[in-house]
């Protein structure tokens, strides 16, 4: 990911070595550049625009930085605004002081929920919690086989509506709030310090499958509404992580897929959009494929 838009930029800061002091116009051109190269890569309008505007002000403005030539000097305004694009400090999970911390986890049917949910478990665990996977996802019939396969991979125990839904062809029945309340119940029993709430998605936005995550947010009041989006959906992004934040008031993003050729520009939008920080990213299907997400790692692998 990110190729592209790296070799765009790479090849734009080229033009710029060896100039002693930049002109207005130096300073536009570069701009330009960066803009063409944002939008190339599918990075929301807005978002490119206000990059954009802030980029040119800052090499323009009294700004210096005696240690740097001028090229160097964009290259290290671009870094800062991706920094902040992407969310500015890595963040962490909000811990609940009163243990269980619960995690709720909404977005779009293949999204990549359901794998994120064993990864986060896995992950957790290795930190020395004791998470608890709860299948509320009761829309996609597999769904609920799906956790507890993840589940039994990650070492991690599964709360399921009904322990014995486990073909293909046996769809969970019954109510996504109740099972999501449930699973609480049973983490708080059980002495679990994590319960990561797995909850349906659809493949396209519904008013629905949004009521039902509102009422599944309601009822278990979670420290965490992680939004799952699909790196590589592109323009798409906006629209779709708006509308979550507007149903669920999530509390960060999740890049899955970013082991894909996306262009990019749903990491660059998304957070800039909605103000809520990218957490984690999604690297593959694996269990192990998954990190916690870095501004400043991320602004570097763009820039390198
Ligand atoms: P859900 O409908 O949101 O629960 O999505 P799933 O977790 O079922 O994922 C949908 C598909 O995407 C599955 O085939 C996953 O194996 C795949 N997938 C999930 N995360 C990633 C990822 O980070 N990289 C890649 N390459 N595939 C992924």
Redesign the pocket.
């Known amino acids: 990911m990110f190729n592209s838009l790296s070799d765009r930029l790479t090849a734009t800061f080229k033009n710029l070595r060896g100039k002693g002091r930049l002109s207005e116009a130096d300073v536009d051109a570069t701009v330009r550049e960066i803009r063409r190269a944002l939008l190339d890569a599918d990075v929301a309008v807005p978002v490119v625009r206000e990059f954009t505007a802030r980029v040119r002000e800052r090499a323009l403005g009294s700004e210096v930085n005696e240690a740097l030539n001028p090229a160097q000097q964009i290259v290290k305004i671009v870094n800062d605004e991706l920094v902040t694009i992407l969310g500015g400090e890595t963040r962490r999970i909000n811990l609940a002081k009163n243990p269980p911390t619960v995690i709720m ?1 909404a ?13 986060l478990a896995k992950w957790l665990k290795a930190q020395g919690h004791s998470p608890l996977l709860v299948a509320a ?1 009761l829309q ?1 019939p597999n ?1 609920v086989k ?2 507890q396969v ?1 589940g039994e991979r990650a070492g991690v125990p599964v709360f399921a509506p009904h322990p014995g839904v486990s073909s293909e062809s046996e769809s969970a029945t019954g109510d996504p709030v109740a099972v999501a309340q449930a699973g609480v119940a049973e983490a708080k029993s059980k002495l679990h310090d994590v319960v990561i709430v ?1 909850t ?2 659809r493949l396209g936005i519904d008013a629905e499958l949004m009521a039902q995550a509102a009422n599944i947010r309601a009822a278990i009041n979670p420290d965490e509404v992680l939004f ?1 989006i ?2 590589m959906i592109g323009q798409d992004a906006v629209n779709t992580a708006k509308a979550f934040d507007d149903g669920v008031n999530f509390t960060g993003v999740v890049l ?5 050729d996306a262009r990019g520009g749903a990491a660059l939008s998304v957070a800039s959009i909605t103000g809520k920080p990218v957490m984690f ?5 694996s269990l192990d ?2 990190e916690l997400f870095h501004p400043d790692r991320m602004a570097s692998r763009i820039l390198d």
Not at 256 to 260: A, E, H, R
Not at 281 to 285: F, K, M, Q, R
């Open positions: 986890l977005g779009l049917q293949g999204a990549g929920k359901t794998t994120l949910a064993g990864k996802d996609r769904a799906q956790l993840n797995d349906a998605g799952v699909d790196a899955s897929k970013l082991d894909g990213a999604s690297t593959g299907e494929d998954f």
